[in-house]
């Protein structure tokens, strides 16, 4: 069975300083994908990263990079340098070379950025 | 150029009515989703195509929810006999990919919000 866990319901962080959002995740594909996805308050769904599981390196897209550890099987989201248009609810998924073309979803972590 | 696109964008219904929801995807893309979110909520999870086909239809909630698309393009979403708890944000993705796995990520459509009275 695949299964993303969010455990953080709510963040908050200064603007200008990092945050890590975290991500674990069950699954027994050898090969999948892991995605995170910002919603702002608009409810657009936006695609921020990804991260294959035979990927040697962190992906890293400008101000986000993902703290990847296989063995732990976890995919944390680091936001460095936060802005208060980071403000938003943040989605950790994940789709296995097994299981077809099906997303498999977190709960998700609201972020609030302070001024 | 163009993405998901939903329609309508609001839906206000009463109880007991049905509603069709249209998905228009990202030109090209074979695979199709749907999704719904309540209010505060994550995403369910309810259907997907690859193609015109359904190979996955085990999260649609009950027999009142079916999904149909065609050409490889525009998929419907129906709720018959509404009920209130049918209420949710109801979201559309394409992805381009062919098989399981692999980079392609999904493009999110804006929504459609049902309220059901």
């Known amino acids: 069975a695949q299964k993303i866990t969010q455990t953080q319901p709510g963040m908050f962080v200064q603007e200008k300083e990092a945050v890590t959002l975290d991500c674990t995740y069950d699954?027994?594909?050898?090969?999948?994908?892991l995605f995170w996805y910002k919603q702002p308050s608009s409810g657009e769904m936006i695609f921020l990263i990804y991260q294959g599981s035979y990927d040697q390196q962190n992906a890293t897209e400008g101000r986000y990079s993902l703290n990847f550890q296989k063995a732990r099987k976890s995919a944390n989201l680091v936001i460095s340098a936060s802005q208060l248009g980071d403000s938003a609810m943040y989605f950790c998924a994940m789709r296995g070379a097994n299981t077809g073309n099906q997303f498999y979803f977190g709960t998700g972590t609201s972020l609030t950025v302070i001024p | 150029g163009a993405g998901v696109s939903q329609s309508p964008s609001n839906k206000v219904t009463e109880k007991g009515k049905d509603v069709e929801l249209r998905c228009d995807p990202i030109s090209g893309h074979t695979a199709l989703y749907w999704y719904r979110q309540s209010l505060g909520q994550g995403l369910e999870f309810l259907i997907y195509f690859q193609g015109n086909s359904a190979p996955d239809k085990s999260g649609l909630p009950s027999d009142r929810f079916s999904a149909e698309r065609t050409g490889g393009s525009v998929s419907t979403l129906t709720i018959q006999r509404t009920q209130q708890e049918d209420s949710a944000v109801y979201l559309c993705?394409?992805?381009?990919?062919?098989?399981?796995?692999?980079?392609?990520?999904?493009?999110f459509g804006p929504g459609t919000r049902l309220t059901v009275l």
């Open positions: 699954t027994s594909d050898p090969s999948y994908g």
């Open positions: 993705a394409s992805s381009p990919t062919k098989r399981g796995g692999g980079t392609d990520t999904q493009y």
